[in-house]
């Protein structure tokens, strides 16, 4: 597995995603997994051309942003088994598995979520770098809130992004903390209760403002994303409502066992409320402070999606 630059240990998707490989290998003693750090964008071909002289039975890349580096070791390496994390090509590639992940799906659940819990009538939602795999979740989670006031007759408000004109806030990495601290900071000073990173590590930024207002008084809480936070970064589980995740660790497992197995094949596998690739996580410590009605409005909301009843956001993970 080559890493993005979030790092092994980013709480995110780098780690799913190694967390995927180490299933892989507790599953079939023939599966043997090691990783390759990229600290920069400009390590991604290196690091895979080194898997591809050990002659790796198959490569996994993490993320939008090593698209091109996959896409042309791939097609020069025909015969290889690849694996990306995020992303999804257009025609497919035949020896590559696109592992995309319909967040708009469980970002909706979230908003949801988030407008049913603000006692202040605001919440708020960044990203890390501006990709389509970042705002396909800000898409959901904006929509989510907006259903929700259609619902509630209220009129939560969303600060750091909106849909319809995409336009919000990004830190513009995934791995600057402090980054991630300031921009909550103001969301919360400008009344956000309740904030969602869509940010790899730059989220622990937000977690430890969000846990400074706490000690300050305030009422504040948060979602996490990806990964379910109260078991990836739990020293803020108490302050985490939910996460909206998504099934790396199950997705990458399974393309490596194919490819271990023979069974390996190209194309798209996508994540989706129904089949149980993208899921809202367990409330945690919240199980009880979520109420009933709302937890009961939650499955309501996820069945209409999942039926086609309820549309999200057009935005397709393949796109």
């Known amino acids: 597995m080559v890493t993005d630059t979030g790092g092994i240990n980013d709480k995110s998707f780098n780690q799913s995603a190694w967390e995927g490989m180490q299933q892989a290998a507790a599953a079939n003693p023939n599966v043997t997994v090691k990783f390759l750090q990229s600290t920069s964008q400009s390590d991604y071909v290196p690091n895979i051309n080194t898997f591809l002289g050990q002659k790796c039975g198959i490569i996994v890349t993490v993320g939008f942003l090593m698209a091109q580096a996959t896409q042309t070791a791939a097609q020069k390496n025909p015969t290889g088994n690849f694996a990306i994390v995020d992303n999804a090509y257009s025609p497919v590639i035949k020896n590559v598995d696109a592992l995309v992940f ?55 408000q969303v600060l750091g992004w909106n849909e319809q004109t995409q336009k919000g806030s990004f830190t513009g990495d995934f791995t600057d903390q402090t980054k991630g601290q300031t921009t909550t900071q103001t969301f ?35 979602l996490w994303v990806d990964t379910d936070g109260c078991i990836s970064a ?60 709302l937890q009961a409005e939650l499955k309501t909301v996820q069945a209409g999606i999942e039926s086609g009843s309820i549309t999200t956001a057009t935005k397709s993970p393949v796109s």
Do not use: R
Not at 115 to 121: C, D, E, P
Not at 247 to 269: N, P, R
């Open 234 to 293: 739990a020293q803020y589980c108490k302050y985490f409502i939910s996460s909206v995740t998504k099934g790396i660790q199950a997705a990458v497992k399974t393309a490596v066992l194919s490819a271990q197995g023979g069974s390996f094949k190209g194309g798209d596998y996508i994540g989706t409320l129904a089949n149980g690739g993208v899921v809202l996580s367990p409330f945690h410590d919240f199980a009880s402070k979520v109420p009933s009605a």
């Open 102 to 156: 319909n967040t708009v799906q469980d970002g909706f659940l979230g908003g949801y979520l988030a407008a049913g819990m603000s006692k202040t009538g605001k919440v708020a939602t960044f990203g890390g770098q501006e990709l389509p795999t970042v705002t396909i979740y800000m898409d959901g989670f904006w929509d989510g809130v907006q259903y929700y006031n259609a619902q509630h007759k209220t009129n939560v």
């Open 188 to 222: 919360i000073s400008e009344g956000a209760d309740i904030i969602f990173p869509v940010a790899g590590n730059v989220g622990l930024g937000a977690a430890k403002a969000v846990q400074n207002a706490d000690n300050a008084g305030g009422n504040v809480n948060m």
